[in-house]
């Protein structure tokens, strides 16, 4: 029992010490707190064409403001330090700090909140349009050149330092100073004074009847991220789906866990950027507040010597593991030399065809590689021969991997992976290596399986009928953790003051009662293939479940003598008990010991050598 | 882990004066078998394991054994019995067994062994027993006996491992594949020299031995010394076996079959924590940590524990939440569960969508055909139309769901689904990269393609075996165990025998086995010349920004600093190339903080303002002790503090620090630091000393004078505000 728990465990966020250190990993070396905030405008175009469709389709100003609401309420689970802002121009109404005619700043930059949340709300459906008109109204008089100025006021008047600023303008119309070239060549400009001071301008360009024509105007006015170029355009979002694909895609600044090289041999190298594709998404860590104010407090950890009082600092101390009676002493930094084995980097051992990557062999999440220039110039064009040249003999690099000092190596597959695009040029998958982690020896374990009972064709033949009826199409981002889904609207609940949160609804639940009708008769039929009559598959576990219940309830005290502790203790010998017996030995004696087999034991360890 | 029965092993060691004697430049047999041993017990001892160790010599001078009598096994001696392994077995593993002059019969031996085990064991539980025997199989044997010695081992279950000083070649013995295939492609270092005919006729019987007790894998526990320093194969044999998890698969809410899971990959930890121990006194108890809360506000005003509650961030919000409240409101689930939510083509699960840190085997459940049948349909169905399952998991209660992938997996002995999670649309981070195939500055021409073409052939590590057909690996990771815990054993022992001792070298044998075979080292040498001739790749040097700012450098003589004659007495001179190249350095210490900052802050990717950040931690630390020894070192570290950032041209750095450090000396009592500070003229960076800045001489000279008029305080540096927001202020 006690492995799955503690695996389970150390998942959440309630980490114990151990899993900090293990967990520890690359991501904590890109910490990035110190590089200032990422801040990203949506410049939302709010003319009547925006307003109008075809049948029953959403407008595409519906779409846009659904979009930016799911990449708040994402921002708030993900990135909650980031500054968003949103910009409607061509409103009959006009705010910004320049007082430009047409532009409404809706929201400055700042943190995504709930209230934020709420006001886009507002603007929603056939009542939000409505709405839209009589708070803002419309007015195609704008320049949209004054419209980016007004966001470069936005990113300037931030107080706090911005690593990453772009833009994001939504709109149907790819002409919109066809009879003024004044207006289009202000717009230029500014898109050229935004390009020189760092901002990007993505362009997310909605359906226009009769197609949107980029090359009319805003080939010259969009300004793509260096490191995002596909070399071509993507095409226009018709559907929210679409756009928020093209959204999320670069709602986020892309950052590199570490840059390392990758030798071929020990004089030859060429340098990889490492990133992470999908990194677990956990609940985040409770703030502690005043209770009076609510307001955060700070906490302050210090060490010191429980005898003299005095202040120890990480120097007065060392590390010390005890086995048996014997106590072994390193210093702090012993601990960490005893991890390294090699300088940092990918260290290529060989090739191997891809069918030799065992499917089950997973210990961790994959990392991607992409070269990267700063540390070794040239390095893309050999990182792009040898991935072209991998994909082509379809083999995989096995490297030796140290992500970071003072951390042993790791064998490591490298597995090509090349570029795609989707029908909407928006790419689904970039060009680079996937870094796959290998088992040592120690993480594959031998497994008492269970001897098998073939199955016959028939039997065979009706699962697969069963099958065929519950297909469906697998994608990464068909589920979304219910786990802090729940947590979020919880809090957004409190935060907002109403009275029930929303239920978010668990995706990750079977959908039986849709199971079953498809289903029909298939699952009688099998069952009947398979199962004698009077067997019953939940019965035998549910009886045996609650007979562990009751067990679990009424558990026999597992006694053992004061004498018999004592020896143990003297011994060494204590580990040879299981926890229960030491917990049970730590409640007799009124000792705290915590959870873990170790501190049980340095509770009893303790008690024994004062009584 | 350690679940199950113990494990009862005897080490049965030969130590006869042929297994002291070894060709020059080599260890003798008895040397590597002995470190083999080492590395099992200290496996044994720091992993706390519940196995029992005995130990038989054989070939000793003496005789101790309770067989013996007359003749009758002569020169065997049990030497230790069986007991949980420790510390004084390591020791007389390492200086106390000694060669002996004599010579006996290892099969006698194994008699010793077995009554050993047979005796010791009474009355108590054993999951296994177990016998280990290194010889080099040169002292005379005589094999009468040996049926009753199968029959025997074969009655009690007593398995038995060989270890010898060469590889056996089994092919010649029919059956089986060759144990040491491996270890000859690999290094090819163990001599293969002519075996004497005393050790044919050894090899001869430990082969009946083997074949008898087990006809298909006995041959494959006869290990050679080299091969299983590497591999360490003895463990697989007494390794335990993991939990199973007893659930219900479910298809709908009709269908459930009864199954169990097993976890098979999982990365293995070190259970054992280090715990923080007084230098002096060396105890635990010694030192106590103290957490205060205190308010974000000028005085810092403590509040106590029960007087705060829980928030979490809702983005730009703070909402108090209390345990309770969120214990009741969250998202619960009822239980255990294993149900298929639907089927999906297997290629649409791709291998870097794989989350979590384990991969389960799911097993129909134990003694139940029919679920055992039912199980079996699903496997093959879903093998057959090369589906995969997606499933909800959720290993109890208490635990968060998970949706990931079951597969199947046929082998021929068993068949199973096995489960990986899959991520959440949270986890993603679906990420724009720029496209290679579109950027002409980044095609290789034809010739690099051909160059890199030839690299990859030859560095392939798989070749294909002399009659074709199957494949051998030259390198498979996961038959490779984790480097890092026969390191750190090896540190335990060493400081255990040698507590003021440094650290050991890492073992060479470790090193090479994480090291490209030898075979493919040779042969991709002229293949790597051509691509590095082909491929132009040069470094991209960081000194540009150095060499200006030691231009713009003038000479601070209050400051005693110079460039140009770098000071060699004190730490600033020693610490040089050698400890930037050697990494030990990764944040700043209390021990030696100004050195460290100045070796952190060269390192190529450093950030200044975060090691800065670090050492104006040190510098706070060291001015809340108050005492002059810890203002000098404050002292120290602002001096380093303000050389590195006129070389490194981080002027601001310093500048806003050194204001924030004015400001508080009145609500800190640091009047006295602050006259060190003046008499010392450590002042602001002025701009005649480096071009970031706009203090000038009187402005700095002002900044030391006695503080009387500007009584407005400067917000603290924490990481949330922003140098440009404190010059704002000024």
């Given at each position: ?322 086995y048996g009676?014997r ?113 040592y020896a120690d993480?594959k374990r031998n ?124 011994t060494g010998t204590?580990?040879k ?35 | 882990?350690a679940?199950g029965g113990k494990v009862a092993i005897v080490l049965c060691l030969d130590v006869g004066f042929t297994m002291d004697s070894s060709p020059p430049d080599e260890e003798s047999s008895l040397e590597q078998a002995k470190k083999i041993m080492t590395k099992f017990v200290q496996r044994q001892v720091f992993a706390e394991s519940r196995d029992e160790v005995a130990v038989v010599l054989f070939g000793t001078d003496g005789t101790k054994n309770d067989l013996a009598s007359g003749d009758q096994y002569q020169n065997i001696t049990v030497h230790r019995s069986l007991m949980l392994p420790d510390f004084d077995l390591l020791e007389d593993i390492q200086d106390v067994i000694k060669p002996g002059s004599e010579q006996a019969d290892f099969l006698d031996a194994i008699i010793v062994c077995m009554d050993l085990l047979q005796k010791e064991t009474i009355g108590k539980k054993y999951e296994k027993r177990h016998i280990e025997l290194f010889t080099d199989l040169s002292s005379p044997v005589s094999d009468d006996q040996l049926r009753i010695i199968i029959d025997n081992l074969k009655k009690t279950g007593i398995s038995l491992q060989f270890f010898l000083p060469f590889p056996v070649d089994v092919d010649d013995a029919g059956g089986g594949t060759s144990a040491s295939g491996h270890s000859q492609m690999h290094r090819n270092s163990f001599p293969r020299k002519g075996l004497t005919e005393q050790q044919k006729k050894g090899v001869d019987v430990v082969r009946k031995v083997m074949y008898t007790l087990d006809e298909v894998g006995g041959l494959e526990e006869i290990y050679s010394f080299r091969e299983s320093l590497e591999r360490l194969s003895m463990f697989k044999k007494i390794e335990r076996r ?223 075996d002399g009659d074709?057909?199957t494949?051998k690996d030259l390198f498979k990771p996961s038959k490779i165990p984790n480097p890092?815990f026969q390191r750190l054993y090896q540190c335990l022992q060493h400081k255990a025998f040698h507590?003021?001792e440094?650290?050991p070298p890492i073992e060479q044998h470790l090193l090479e086995m994480l090291e490209?075979p030898h075979v ?211």
């Open positions: 029992m006690s492995e799955w728990v503690s695996y389970y465990r150390s998942e959440g966020p309630e980490e114990d010490e151990e899993g900090e250190q293990q967990e520890e990993g690359p991501e904590a070396v890109a910490s990035y707190s110190f590089s200032g905030r990422d801040s990203l405008i949506f410049l939302v175009d709010a003319s009547k064409a925006m307003f109008e469709c075809e049948g029953d389709d959403v407008t595409p100003f519906d779409m846009t403001i659904q979009c930016i609401r799911n990449v708040y309420t994402s921002k708030i689970i993900s990135s909650d330090r980031d500054l968003l802002s949103v910009v409607f121009y061509g409103t009959e109404k006009n705010k910004n700090s320049a007082d430009f005619k047409h532009i409404y700043v809706l929201q400055e930059l700042d943190n995504p909140g709930a209230k934020r949340v709420l006001e886009l709300d507002k603007y929603r459906g056939d009542e939000g349009r409505v709405l839209f008109s009589k708070t803002f109204g419309h007015n195609a008089d704008y320049s949209l050149g004054e419209a980016l100025w007004a966001c470069s006021n936005l990113f300037s008047d931030v107080r706090v330092k911005l690593s990453h600023k772009r833009i994001m303008l939504f709109t149907n119309e790819d002409d919109p100073h066809a009879n003024d070239s004044a207006k289009a060549r202000l717009a230029r400009t500014r898109a050229g004074d935004l390009r020189d001071t760092g901002i990007i301008l993505d362009l997310m360009h909605l359906k226009k009847p009769g197609g949107f024509d980029i090359s009319l105007f805003y080939r010259d006015i969009i300004n793509i991220a260096e490191d995002e170029d596909l070399g071509i355009q993507p095409q226009e979002s018709e559907k929210l789906e679409h756009l928020m694909r093209k959204v999320r895609a670069k709602e986020t600044k892309k950052r590199t866990l570490v840059r390392l090289n990758l030798y071929l041999n020990k004089d030859l190298s060429l340098s990889v950027g490492v990133y992470s594709l999908a990194h677990k998404a956990y609940k985040p860590y409770p703030v502690k507040l005043y209770r009076e104010t609510n307001e955060p407090v700070k906490t302050k950890t210090r060490m010191f010597n429980g005898k003299t009082g005095s202040l120890l600092l990480p120097s007065d101390t060392k590390r010390a593991q005890t009676n106590q072994i002493v390193l210093e702090k930094e012993e601990t960490e030399e005893l991890k390294r084995f090699d300088s940092l980097g990918l260290f290529l051992i060989g090739f191997k065809p891809l069918s030799m990557l065992k499917q089950h062999h997973h210990i961790r999440p994959s990392q991607f590689i992409y070269p990267e220039e700063s540390i070794i110039s040239g390095s893309t064009t050999l990182f792009n021969a040898l991935l072209i040249k991998c994909l082509e003999k379809e083999v995989m690099a096995l490297c030796r991997y140290t992500p970071r000092r003072n951390v042993p190596p790791r064998f490591v597959a490298l597995v090509p992976q090349e570029e795609e695009v989707d029908e909407q040029k928006v790419q689904i998958a970039p060009p680079g290596f996937h870094v796959i982690f290998l088992p993480d497994i008492d399986f269970t001897e098998k009972v073939p199955a016959d064709p028939e039997q065979v033949d009706k699962m697969k009928e069963i099958i065929k009826k519950l297909r469906f199409k697998y994608r990464t981002d068909s589920f979304e953790n219910p786990v802090l889904q729940q947590h979020f609207r919880n809090l957004e609940a409190l935060a907002l003051d109403m009275m029930e949160p929303e239920q978010a609804e668990d995706l990750t639940m079977p959908k039986a009662e849709e199971m079953n009708r498809r289903l029909g008769n298939l699952v009688e039929e099998f069952k009947q293939l398979v199962y004698p009559p009077d067997y019953n598959p939940d019965g035998k576990a549910a009886k045996r479940k609650q007979a562990a219940d009751g067990q679990a309830e009424k558990r026999p005290k597992v006694e053992i003598s004061k004498d018999e502790l004592r020896r143990h203790v003297q204590l580990g008990l299981t926890v229960p017996v030491l917990k049970d030995a730590c409640r007799l004696y009124g000792l705290r010991g915590g959870g873990k087999k170790q501190e049980l034991m340095d509770a009893l360890t303790e008690y024994f050598s004062e009584h | 882990m679940r993991p939990m199973a998890w007893p659930c219900q698969l479910t298809i709908g809410s009709n269908l459930s079959i009864r199954i169990l899971a097993y976890k098979s990959v999982t990365e293995e930890k070190l259970k054992k924590m280090w715990t923080v121990v007084d230098a002096k006194t060396l105890r635990k108890d010694d030192v106590q940590k103290e957490t205060v809360y205190c308010l974000n506000d000028d005085d810092e005003t403590e509040v106590q524990k029960d007087d705060t509650i829980q928030g979490f961030r809702y983005g730009s919000d703070i909402v108090p939440f209390s345990k309770e409240d969120e214990e009741q409101m969250k998202y619960k689930t009822e239980g255990k569960c294993f149900s298929v939510l639907g089927f999906s083509r297997s290629s649409q699960i791709q291998r870097h969508y794989y989350m979590g840190n384990q991969v389960l085997k799911v097993f129909a459940a134990k003694d139940d055909e029919n679920a055992a049948v039912a199980f079996s349909a699903l496997v093959h169905a879903l093998d057959e139309l090369d589906v995969v399952a997606i499933v909800r998991y959720a290993y109890d209660r208490r635990c968060n769901p998970q949706v990931g992938v079951a597969f199947p997996y046929i082998k021929d002995a068993y068949e199973c689904l096995i489960y990986v999670q899959l991520p959440y649309m949270e986890d993603l981070r679906p990420y724009i990269f720029s496209s290679l195939k579109n950027n002409k500055k980044c095609i290789p021409t034809a010739d690099q393609l051909s160059a890199v073409d030839s690299l990859i052939d030859s560095m392939n590590l798989i070749y294909e074709g057909g494949f890092h507590p003021n440094p650290l490209m493919v080292k040779e042969r991709c040498q002229a293949p790597l010349e051509k691509v590095k001739a082909l491929f132009p790749l040069k470094e991209v040097s960081k000194k540009k920004e150095e060499k200006t700012a030691q231009d713009i450098f003038k000479d601070n003589t209050e400051d005693g600093f110079n460039p140009k004659k770098p000071k060699i007495e004190d730490d600033e001179g020693v610490f040089s190339i050698i400890k930037l190249a050697e990494g030990s350095v990764t944040s700043v210490g209390s021990v030696n903080p100004a050195e460290d900052f100045r070796i952190l802050v060269r390192r190529e990717n450093a950030d200044f303002r975060d090691v800065s950040q670090q050492l104006i931690n040190r510098i706070d630390q060291f001015l809340e002790n108050k005492g002059s020894q810890y203002y000098m070192k404050g002292i120290n570290c602002i001096r380093a503090f303000r050389e590195e950032a006129i070389k490194l041209s981080k002027v601001q750095c310093f500048n806003d620090f050194l204001q924030a450090l004015k400001s508080k000396v009145e609500d800190k009592g640091l009047a006295d630091f602050w006259e060190i500070m003046v008499q010392d003229r450590i002042s602001l960076i002025t701009k005649d000393e480096a071009g970031g800045s706009s203090v000038t001489s009187e402005e700095a000279e002002k900044f030391l004078a006695p503080k009387e008029k500007k009584n407005e305080t400067l917000p603290p540096t924490d990481e949330g505000g922003d140098v440009d927001d404190l010059l704002d202020m000024m």
